[in-house]
């Protein structure tokens, strides 16, 4: 199912009315890039429109979010199959020559199983407890993991106030581009040991969103627990109808989306939506799959038909 239409009335604010980091990021380019779809321009210019999906075969640079429900058990234990999976997935894109960035959640939910919680905390100062220990372990398992392949990894805890800085947005940049140039995977993550309301991203697709942007990444693959994004909620209507390809931009697609994600984690398919749409209107393909199997990585840059691909307004792809 293809869901057309285009908008360039994007809200540059969230629901508290304060401004929204992936809003504020590049909003020149954001507007230059939201003037056609990349088939009407291709159209009159009297070109064949290209297949978006034939596009993402050469995306370079690759942005991946695995959400918490990817990479950890209902139990609360990580899936460690799953993350194998992963790294071996990850290292294989970077022995084909492509960057790849990972956003990572789970510092929560892992350090809560860590700790014996039972549960995930309530009180701030408890998620942020779980997190500092969460994220030790997340990063000490795509370590050993990745190496077996042989590739470092390097931890990159960002807040919203780095992003807001200019200064300490450059920094980061820098960061980014130096570890790709050495061929080390950053592992990104929100610094929950520091954010408040105030400084935080809110969840880690509008993170990844950010990401995307500031390192001019090709592609951003946001992999959760279903298969795309659908018509109508797959868990509560088996019939539900997926969308394949969304080139409407608009805050209109968001009407279906629903709520928050599960009890694990902080993202929905919301959030999931919001995030792509975004990076589509940038000039990012985005895709929503699902991270069950990480392989659907391969196959969405072998060009096939999986999940749901935001198609940009003008390919940059190149």
């Known amino acids: 199912m293809e869901l057309t239409g285009i908008s360039t009335d994007i809200d540059a604010k969230d629901k508290k009315g304060t401004k929204n980091p992936i809003e504020k990021l590049n909003k020149d380019k954001c507007e230059a890039c939201v003037a056609g779809t990349a088939a009407g321009t291709a159209a009159e210019n009297g070109a064949v429109a290209e297949d978006p999906r034939a596009a993402l075969t050469r995306a370079k640079r690759i942005v991946i979010k695995i959400g918490t429900s990817s990479l950890v058990y209902p139990s609360g234990k990580m899936n460690l199959r799953r993350i194998e999976k992963l790294a071996r997935v990850v290292s294989d894109l970077k022995n084909e020559g492509r960057e790849v960035i990972l956003v990572t959640s789970g510092a929560i939910a892992v350090g809560t199983e860590v700790l014996k919680l039972g549960e995930r905390p309530s009180t701030v100062s408890g998620r942020q407890a779980a997190a500092a220990v969460g994220q030790v372990h997340l990063m000490q398992v795509y370590s050993r993991l990745m190496a077996e392949y042989g590739y470092s990894v390097a931890q990159i805890l960002l807040t919203r106030g780095t992003i807001d800085m200019p200064e300490a947005r450059q920094n980061a940049v820098n960061t980014f ?31 990844s969103c950010v990401v995307a942007r500031i390192v001019n990444a090709d592609l951003l693959v946001i992999l959760t627990d279903i298969d795309g994004y659908y018509k109508n909620n797959p868990h509560e209507r088996p ?80």
Do not use: W
Not at 256 to 282: C, E, F, I, N, P
């Open 239 to 318: 019939d539900a109808e997926m969308y394949h390809t969304v080139t409407d931009l608009s805050e209109a697609i968001e009407e279906a989306a629903g709520g928050s994600g599960s009890k694990l984690g902080t993202g929905g398919m919301l959030t999931k939506v919001h995030a792509a749409r975004l990076a589509a209107a940038d000039g990012i393909c985005a895709v929503i799959a699902n991270g069950r199997d990480p392989n659907v990585i391969h196959q969405l840059l072998d060009g096939n038909d999986v999940g749901t691909l935001f198609v940009p307004n003008v390919l940059k792809l190149g």
């Open 177 to 207: 581009t130096g570890l790709l140039e050495m061929g080390v995977l950053p592992v990104v993550n929100e610094n929950d040991t520091i954010a408040v309301d105030e400084i935080k991203f809110g969840d880690n697709d509008a993170l």
